[in-house]
């Protein structure tokens, strides 16, 4: 799409920039921004997401990861938040859909298996009705 090359297009641009103009530059995480931002996503998406929403276990699933690898996903705080929202996001065929109430397929419920894993706790673990699940996959 015009969008996706227009993105691509910017971070050409950046790495250019940085790596073939000879820059001293190094590139850095600004760690605590990111984990700001990613906490903040975490509890809710800004407005501009909202074409996203088919992809919400994604978000949870890359947000939660990018946590525990910057060694800052707290189990106790966010584990319950995280299977509450993918307990929604489950149908009652063992599936997980892009949000609550769509309809289930294999690519969210990859992402919300995921996330789960990620939680950690036997809360999250147990949000997936295993028997459901299955069924839904075979």
């Known amino acids: 799409s015009e969008d996706q090359q227009t993105c691509e297009d910017n971070v050409l641009a950046f790495f250019k920039h940085v790596w073939l103009s000879g820059s001293q530059e190094e590139m850095v995480l600004k760690r605590d921004l990111h984990l700001a931002w990613l906490k903040k996503g975490l509890v809710s998406l800004p407005p501009n ?42 149908d009652a065929s063992g599936g997980f859909a892009g949000g609550p109430q769509q309809l289930p397929h294999l690519a969210p419920t ?23 699940m299955y069924g839904f996959l075979m």
Do not use: N
């Open 49 to 90: 997401f909202c074409g996203l929403d088919a992809s919400r276990p994604w978000f949870v699933f890359w947000i939660s990861h990018a946590m525990e690898v910057l060694g800052d996903f707290e189990e106790q705080h966010w584990s319950p938040q995280v299977a509450s929202f993918l307990l929604h996001c489950q």
């Open 110 to 132: 990859y992402a919300a298996v995921s996330a789960l894993m990620v939680a950690g706790t036997e809360e999250a673990y147990k949000v997936v009705d295993r028997a459901a």
